[in-house]
């Protein structure tokens, strides 16, 4: 059994910071690509940020200078540092990440639970 957890979200004000993390638990054999998705009221699920296992990012347009996507892999968590943050960056954070179960030899896609994330201006 794989989960993803993640903490850190919050209220914050505009221009402010906040640091999501995202630690992956149970029977992993293997982590490839990590990543963030954000989604507002009445918006659809965005991807926000994406690592894979050797490091590379990309970045959604958006957040592009602001927000640096991160990863440890010793303890299997992704990290999400959000800087100069918008009251657009509002929404719900959801990580995701394609594991290889340790056991099956599985390989699927999980989601976190979600954190909300609120910018006031």
């Known amino acids: 059994h794989v989960q993803l957890v993640e903490s850190g979200g919050g209220l914050v004000q505009a221009g402010g910071s906040l640091r999501l993390s995202c630690a992956a638990s149970?029977?992993?054999?293997?982590?490839?690509?990590m990543a963030w998705y954000r989604q507002a009221p009445g918006k659809q699920r965005e991807l926000v940020a994406g690592i894979t296992s050797a490091g590379s990012t990309n970045y959604a347009d958006s957040v592009k200078g602001r927000f640096t996507i991160s990863r440890d892999n010793a303890k299997n968590t992704v990290y999400l540092q959000m800087n100069s943050l918008k009251p657009e960056d509002t929404a719900v954070y959801y990580c995701n990440a394609d594991i290889i179960q340790q056991y099956t030899r599985v390989r699927d896609a999980y989601w976190g639970q979600g954190t909300q994330v609120t910018v006031s201006s």
């Open positions: 149970g029977s992993i054999l293997r982590i490839n690509d």
